[in-house]
């Protein structure tokens, strides 16, 4: 941590202070404004080292040595590199550091020492890292023929499906005799592949072939120069190509059986236990019950006061006890009573059952065999029905 913080103030007071290195001869020197910036850059990277987000503070020290060009600030990105085990861009930012140094500068011994243990550890530079810092921008120049940068045209390739290749199309005048190149990269590979665009029909062509669409995304720039070799425009750049994003966009659907048996997931519904059908229908049973039995003790009282009327019972014989048959008789009348109650709202009661019954059956025919067949649904009827000696219902169905 110590050599990080004296790492910031040297790079601090060098963003101040020391002259700095060109990366080519007409490279203009920054202006205050832009040395303004690069200061404020570096102050938001040493709160971002501070914090160990090494990864942001790498940024911000790149954008402050693009406006200041100042040689110590490659020393911090070296070391913020270092710092999250990434050795080869660390490698490449410490050799570009002792290139653009004098031989008195301070760190040198440092990083010497440093690249000799990372060379010796067989750690192999990145020098594409470094390539965008030192990368002079083109600046197309002026067309020699009547054709200029804005007859090329290009359609951005948004996204593609894996495994699949890409044909890369672009428009340009033909006459122009301009060389177009495709440059692209697949998922983790460091270097670009250059494949000139080819005519086809009336447009320029070029294919990513199937095999390197794989990954989250691919990348690929074009490159147009004229017949001496002069850059005329670009889609995109090494450092800064398009994006193409690889999604799956395939899907599997999946038809689920009809039967709940078969598939689980599907919820049948809940059976109510008290509806009017299975409520009426209770109370039809309990009513023609309760009929049936004060029907029996009614008899039994009939028949006991017949047998005392008629029969001695054991010797000797008794006399007709008269208060012990008013009492059977007006049990009797009253059992009898109560049955003829009974049997009248049992009647009623299979009336209603039926009703329900009728409803639920003709609702449940409609829905399984109307609704399908497209035929009306088989009338029902139900009806009570009562005679001497039995109650019940009848029920008819036309077919």
Same mark, same amino acid.
């Given at each position: 941590m110590n050599r990080i913080i004296t790492s910031t103030i040297i790079a601090l007071v060098a963003v101040i202070t020391m002259p700095r290195e060109r990366a080519w001869a007409d490279d203009p020197a920054p202006t205050k404004a832009q040395l303004d910036a690069a200061k404020q850059a570096f102050d938001e990277a040493q709160v971002l080292y501070s914090t160990r987000k090494f990864h942001e503070a790498i940024a911000k020290l790149q954008d402050s040595y693009k406006l200041s060009r100042n040689a110590f600030l490659l020393y911090n990105i070296a070391h913020a590199y270092d710092q999250i085990g990434d050795q080869p861009k660390a490698l490449a930012f410490y050799l570009k550091f002792l290139e653009l140094t004098p031989a008195t500068a301070a760190k040198r011994d440092e990083t010497t020492k440093r690249v000799d243990e990372l060379k010796q550890a067989n750690v192999e530079a990145d020098l594409e890292a470094t390539a965008s810092l030192f990368e002079k921008p083109v600046e197309p120049t002026a067309p020699t023929s009547r054709y200029s940068q804005t007859d090329f045209r290009h359609r951005l390739v948004d996204?593609?499906?894996?495994?699949? $290749?890409?044909? +890369?199309?672009?428009? /340009?005048? !033909?006459?122009? &005799?301009?060389?177009? @190149?495709?440059?692209?990269r697949g998922a983790g590979e460091d270097t670009y592949t250059a494949l000139p665009m080819a005519w086809k029909d009336q447009v320029l062509v070029g294919q990513i072939p199937g095999a390197k669409v794989?990954?989250?995304?691919?990348?690929?720039?074009?490159?147009?120069? %004229?017949?001496?070799? @002069?850059?005329?425009?670009?889609?995109?750049?090494?450092?800064?190509?398009?994006?193409?994003? +690889?999604?799956? !966009?395939? *899907?599997?659907?999946?038809?689920?059986?009809?039967?709940?048996?078969? &598939?689980?997931? +599907?919820? !049948? $519904?809940?059976?109510?236990?008290?509806?009017?059908?299975?409520?009426?229908? =209770?109370? /039809?049973?309990?009513?023609?019950?309760? =009929?049936?039995?004060?029907?029996?003790? =009614?008899?039994?009282?009939?028949?006991?006061?017949?047998? %005392?009327?008629?029969?001695?019972?054991?010797?000797?014989?008794?006399?007709?006890?008269?208060?012990?048959?008013?009492? +059977?008789?007006?049990?009797?009348?009253?059992? &009898?009573?109560?049955?003829?109650?009974?049997?009248?709202? *049992?009647?009623?009661?299979?009336?209603? =059952?039926?009703?329900?019954?009728? !409803?639920?059956?003709?609702?449940?025919?409609?829905?399984?065999?109307?609704? @399908? *067949?497209? *035929?009306?649904?088989? $009338?029902?009827?139900?009806?009570?029905?009562?005679?001497?000696g039995f109650t019940g219902a009848l029920a008819a169905r036309r077919f």
């Amino acid at each position: 941590m110590n050599r990080i913080i004296t790492s910031t103030i040297i790079a601090l007071v060098a963003v101040i202070t020391m002259p700095r290195e060109r990366a080519w001869a007409d490279d203009p020197a920054p202006t205050k404004a832009q040395l303004d910036a690069a200061k404020q850059a570096f102050d938001e990277a040493q709160v971002l080292y501070s914090t160990r987000k090494f990864h942001e503070a790498i940024a911000k020290l790149q954008d402050s040595y693009k406006l200041s060009r100042n040689a110590f600030l490659l020393y911090n990105i070296a070391h913020a590199y270092d710092q999250i085990g990434d050795q080869p861009k660390a490698l490449a930012f410490y050799l570009k550091f002792l290139e653009l140094t004098p031989a008195t500068a301070a760190k040198r011994d440092e990083t010497t020492k440093r690249v000799d243990e990372l060379k010796q550890a067989n750690v192999e530079a990145d020098l594409e890292a470094t390539a965008s810092l030192f990368e002079k921008p083109v600046e197309p120049t002026a067309p020699t023929s009547r054709y200029s940068q804005t007859d090329f045209r290009h359609r951005l390739v948004d996204t593609v499906q894996p495994g699949k $290749p890409i044909d +890369i199309v672009a428009e /340009a005048p !033909r006459e122009a &005799n301009w060389v177009v @190149t495709l440059f692209y990269r697949g998922a983790g590979e460091d270097t670009y592949t250059a494949l000139p665009m080819a005519w086809k029909d009336q447009v320029l062509v070029g294919q990513i072939p199937g095999a390197k669409v794989a990954g989250n995304a691919i990348q690929y720039y074009l490159e147009v120069k %004229d017949a001496e070799g @002069t850059v005329v425009t670009r889609s995109g750049k090494r450092t800064s190509p398009n994006l193409v994003k +690889i999604e799956d !966009r395939t *899907s599997v659907v999946t038809t689920l059986p009809d039967d709940p048996l078969h &598939n689980p997931r +599907i919820d !049948r $519904p809940a059976r109510k236990l008290f509806t009017p059908t299975s409520v009426s229908t =209770a109370a /039809a049973v309990v009513l023609i019950g309760g =009929a049936v039995t004060t029907y029996f003790l =009614a008899k039994d009282k009939s028949d006991a006061l017949r047998t %005392d009327s008629t029969a001695c019972g054991v010797p000797p014989c008794q006399v007709f006890d008269a208060g012990y048959d008013q009492g +059977i008789e007006t049990s009797g009348v009253r059992y &009898n009573r109560i049955y003829k109650v009974m049997l009248g709202a *049992s009647v009623v009661g299979v009336g209603v =059952a039926g009703y329900f019954w009728y !409803r639920s059956l003709r609702t449940k025919h409609e829905v399984t065999v109307g609704a @399908t *067949s497209g *035929s009306p649904s088989a $009338p029902w009827a139900v009806a009570p029905a009562f005679g001497d000696g039995f109650t019940g219902a009848l029920a008819a169905r036309r077919f």
